[in-house]
């Protein structure tokens, strides 16, 4: 990932915090100072904060796991749709469905529901329905797309979760402290960033703000996602290698037992006695062992009978 200047982050306006009467106290170590009544945000400290979000990121996404953003405020919800769609990963941008983490069984009913309607749609069952139930259920599906349809392919709970906005998502910061899912979130001066595990302290009202912060978990994320394919890939040409290499050593091994000995070398032909030999003794204990015992092997003696008086 690429390292943040504090020229990009001051043109974003990163650094804007809220009135000086809504703070929060404990972000006072993330604050610069005051001005005209509003909190500056120190950015210096943002950049160690969104570093060190970064890097944990990517493990997790190097691991091959989902991280789960949560962005239901109206400056976040379009930019980060349009970040997090190229790398695959779950969000919410619409209201929060209460329970999704706690309850997340019953939300994946929901979403079973929505898969069931459009197979409803392909195999002909919308034929035998009369307009009025189609439209009832087209209705549905669609309600349940705006609401469930970016969280779709999320089959378990996410290893992570990021919000833009701890205070608007109360809710999702409760249910992933409830579930000790690690939480990311860009905090604001009139926040608490004690309730999440990364806090990055910056401009959260700001569009502008936001999108340079989730761009930057983003390539973070895309960093961990291109080494986990990398390691795959070499895994698969090792594997492939290996498997060359153990051919080329059958058929050469095939190619000595058919050969006569006069045409092998010594080394050669020592290698195959050792082999037949191997093979012979092999095929000896086989046939011992359905003769009901080792070669050379003392039958066990059976109990005397007891003698009857």
Request: glycine content about 4%; proline content about 4%.
């Amino acid at each position: 990932m690429a390292r943040i200047t504090y020229d990009e982050l001051l043109d974003a306006g990163v650094h804007f915090g809220h009135l000086k009467r809504k703070w929060n106290p404990n972000m006072a170590p993330y604050i610069f100072m005051e001005r005209n009544g509003i909190h500056i945000i120190d950015l210096n400290k943002t950049i160690d904060k969104i570093e060190e979000a970064a890097k944990a990121m990517k493990q997790i996404a190097k691991s091959g796991k989902k991280i789960l953003f949560v962005a239901t405020k109206k400056q976040a919800k379009d930019t980060v749709a349009e970040l997090i769609k190229p790398i695959n990963m779950p969000y919410v941008t619409e209201r929060w469905p209460g329970g999704m983490l706690t309850n997340f069984a019953t939300i994946r009913k929901a979403v079973k529901k929505m898969s069931a309607i459009d197979k409803m749609e392909t195999d002909g069952t919308f034929n035998n329905m009369s307009k009025r139930e189609r439209l009832q259920v087209m209705r549905e599906r669609a309600k349940l797309e705006k609401l469930l349809g970016s969280i779709a392919d999320l089959n378990r709970l996410p290893a992570a979760i990021f919000i833009v906005d701890i205070c608007k998502e109360h809710i999702a910061v409760a249910e992933a402290k409830k579930l000790n899912i690690p939480t990311f979130a860009i905090v604001d001066t009139n926040a608490n960033p004690l309730e999440v595990d990364f806090p990055i302290p910056a401009n959260d009202d700001a569009s502008k703000s936001i999108h340079v912060i989730v761009k930057l978990m983003v390539e973070a994320i895309q960093e961990g996602l291109d080494d986990r394919k990398m390691a795959r890939d070499k895994a698969a040409e090792e594997e492939e290698e290996r498997e060359l290499e153990e051919q080329k050593e059958r058929e050469r091994l095939q190619a000595i037992d058919e050969a006569d000995d006069e045409d092998l070398t010594a080394d050669e032909l020592a290698e195959k006695k050792a082999r037949l030999a191997k093979k012979g003794k092999l095929e000896e204990e086989e046939g011992a062992d359905k003769r009901g015992g080792k070669p050379g092997a003392k039958k066990a003696a059976g109990k005397r009978p007891r003698k009857q008086f």
